[in-house]
């Protein structure tokens, strides 16, 4: 049975689901599969890849997310990790960035279909959003550009004292190397560098980083895309 199967790999982790949020999550996995018919919104579209390699993994960041605050997920896609997060704690509200319209509307979809109250949806390049710099608490981003780039995106939308919660691959420590300059120029440093395995067959390894905002950044910040790919920090 389905929500068993959800249950139970999320038990796997740790983590107890309620019985609304294990139906959530079990309409969020049928409509992907849906609408992956139509839009090529994952690679991943069997219901037990997106159990394990999607919720499960999007999951395993929430645990470095204080109470109460506001979330900005940069980049979101298909809605990894903002739309798990905000099923899983209706404590805090996210605000979902991302630029491809099909995208945006089916998370709209989700969040509609699954009654989510805590999720606000921006159809922009986070680069123009100016008017939201220093606004969030937390921000994240799965699967969206190298850390160096994120931290140019993504620093400047936090408060001081604001955190971004990077979710990344193997590739997690040298990118961290090679940020070594974004961060000093976004007045950033990170607090925890954590490792874990994921439960999938493959036994893929997930880094979680937590960078903390020092002071406030540069107004200059964030580049235009264009010169940001061109010329990374």
């Known amino acids: ?69 506001k979330v900005c997920d940069v980049g979101s896609g298909a809605g990894f990790p903002g739309l798990v997060w905000a099923i899983l704690r209706e404590d805090i509200h996210v605000t979902s960035i991302e630029t491809t319209t099909k995208k945006i509307n089916f998370q709209k979809k989700v969040a509609q279909t699954c009654e989510l109250r805590n999720v606000h949806f921006i159809n922009e390049r986070v680069e123009e959003l100016r008017e939201y710099k220093e ?32 979710l990344k691959g193997q590739l997690a420590q040298e990118e961290l190397f090679n940020a070594t300059k974004a961060l000093d120029i976004m007045h950033a440093k990170v607090v925890k560098n954590d490792t874990v395995q994921l439960i999938d067959d493959e036994k893929s390894v997930r880094t979680i980083l937590v960078i903390e905002k020092m002071s406030q950044s540069s107004p200059q910040y964030p580049r235009g895309y264009a010169k940001i790919k061109k010329q990374p920090l």
């Open 135 to 166: 606004r969030f608490d937390v921000g994240t981003a799965r699967a969206v550009a190298g850390l160096n780039i994120l931290l140019e995106l993504i620093v400047p939308l936090l408060k001081v004292g604001g955190q971004l919660v990077a």
């Open 1 to 69: 049975m389905r929500t068993t199967f959800i249950r139970h790999s999320f038990d796997r982790i740790g983590m107890n689901l309620n019985a609304k949020q294990i139906e959530q999550l079990d309409v969020y996995a049928s409509l992907l599969m849906e609408e992956n018919k139509i839009h090529n919104l994952t690679a991943i579209d069997d219901f037990e890849g997106i159990v394990i390699k999607h919720f499960v993994d999007c999951a395993l960041g929430l645990k470095y997310v204080p109470l109460n605050v």
